[in-house]
């Protein structure tokens, strides 16, 4: 009786022992899924492919977001190819792809007019300027420029003949700018002015610059019809994010993630600080 009430206890041990070993991942583990182990070695490669420098180089803060989109892509990839979204060769981002392909997120037309309306206020425009801008280097060039234009020469002929600057070609054209757009000096001079005027020598960084307004644009709100691709597009990509987001969650409940944060080289803040992620 004592010898198997002994074999009991021995199995027991082991049993516990086992269980405990198990909890534990291997040296120079810091993820594992399911069967899958990744080190820390893995993780730095990751780093190198999305900024191009190791990890050695970047801020905790830095590491910490990165570190969260590695073990998020990792666990997408596993579940997207025990689904069959994705071959053995599948990057994450291919295996996302062929997962929103399948999903095709759509959206109706009445999903568009309902986030109109619920969201009316930010399509709203404020008066802005139709603006031009010749950019010199020197006085004497910006003068010269201020002379042509007091002569009759088109201020779209003047820039793309004097202006150094990269809209120069185009005639100096910045586009429409609200108030909100330009520094408050800058905004001051420039809603001053009338339609077809243009401004004083005003100094830049570098050299000297000339602004005409064109034309002013008053406030209005963007209509549907012309709301509506920007709609579209938010609500898709939130819509994707979504598709993406479950898949993730369902692999981290189903391949019962391991994450040893401790033996992260960096100070690490983030869902994976948790110690259910130990």
């Known amino acids: 009786m004592s010898v198997v009430r002994g074999w009991r206890c021995s199995v027991w041990l082991l049993v516990l022992l086992f269980l405990a070993c198990a909890g534990n991942l291997p040296e120079g583990v810091v993820v594992r899924i ?22 050695s180089r970047s801020s905790s803060d830095v590491l910490s977001r990165l570190f969260e989109r590695f073990v998020d892509d990792e ?14 060769a599948a990057t ?29 206020g930010d399509y709203q425009r404020p008066v802005r300027a139709r603006l031009r801008q010749i950019l010199v280097e020197d006085r004497a060039s910006a003068e010269l420029a201020l002379a042509e234009l007091e002569a009759g020469v088109e201020f779209a002929e003047v ?20 108030r909100e757009d330009l520094p408050g000096a800058l ?16 100094e830049a960084d570098f050299g000297f610059r000339i602004f005409q307004v064109e034309g002013f644009l008053p406030d209005e709100t963007l209509s549907l019809q012309a709301a509506a691709p920007s709609i579209r597009s938010r609500l898709v990509a939130e819509r994707s994010e979504a598709v993406i987001r479950q898949a993730i969650e369902e692999a981290r409940r189903e391949y019962n993630l391991r994450v040893a944060v401790s033996r992260l080289p960096f100070e690490y803040s983030g869902p994976y600080s948790e110690p259910a992620a130990e």
């Open 34 to 55: 399911g069967g899958e182990e990744k080190s820390y070695e893995d993780f730095d490669r990751y780093v190198m492919r999305v900024l191009d420098v190791d990890a």
């Open 75 to 88: 666990l997408l990839l596993r579940w997207a190819r025990d689904r069959g979204f994705a071959d053995e």
């Open 92 to 120: 994450s981002h291919e295996a996302a792809a062929s997962l929103l392909e399948a999903s095709r997120p759509e959206i109706s037309s009445s999903e568009i007019e309902r986030y109109y309306a619920e969201n009316r």
């Open 159 to 178: 820039a793309r003949i004097r202006s150094i600057g990269p809209s120069a070609p185009d005639g100096g054209l910045q586009g429409e700018l609200s």
């Open 187 to 202: 905004a001051d001079v420039v809603f001053a002015l009338d339609e077809g005027e243009w401004s004083e020598l005003l």
